[in-house]
């Protein structure tokens, strides 16, 4: 079992910058990439970032790039994903999760479904 806490959500005025942490716990040792997703209200959960786990190889969604940075601390067990330049569309409920499941870096964001542990969502909040 792996247990996921995240931090870091909030409100802010467009243009401003949040980062989202998600510290790991318990048996992290059988984690191969861990992911950021989100999800807005009456859409679907999306990608937004991932990153093996002990590579540190990121990948992130053509809608954040340039803007969304997603790093780790192996020493911390935690995951940051760097938001700048938010935008209103960015709103949504954010949450991390683990997979233990080999994916190449590129496409550790498919499938959803092969996300085994979820951390609560926080709620990012970007007003006009």
């Known amino acids: 079992q792996v247990q996921l806490r995240v931090s870091g959500g909030g409100l802010v005025e467009a243009g401003g910058s949040l980062r989202l942490s998600c510290a790991a716990s318990?048996?992290?040792?059988?984690?191969?990439?861990m992911g950021w997703f989100r999800q807005a209200p009456g859409k679907e959960r999306e990608f937004v970032a991932t990153?093996?786990?002990?590579?540190?190889?990121?990948s992130v969604a053509d809608s954040v790039k340039g803007r969304f940075t997603v790093s780790r601390d192996n020493a911390k067990n935690t995951v940051y994903l760097q938001m700048n330049s938010l935008k209103p569309e960015d709103t949504a409920v954010y949450s991390c999760?683990?997979?233990?499941?080999?994916?190449?870096?590129?496409?550790?964001?498919?499938?959803?479904?092969?996300?085994?542990?979820w951390g609560q969502g926080t709620q990012v909040t970007v007003s006009s």
């Open positions: 318990g048996r992290t040792s059988s984690t191969y990439a």
């Open positions: 990153i093996t786990w002990s590579g540190g190889r990121p």
């Open positions: 999760a683990a997979r233990n499941e080999f994916c190449l870096a590129s496409a550790c964001h498919v499938p959803i479904r092969a996300y085994d542990y």
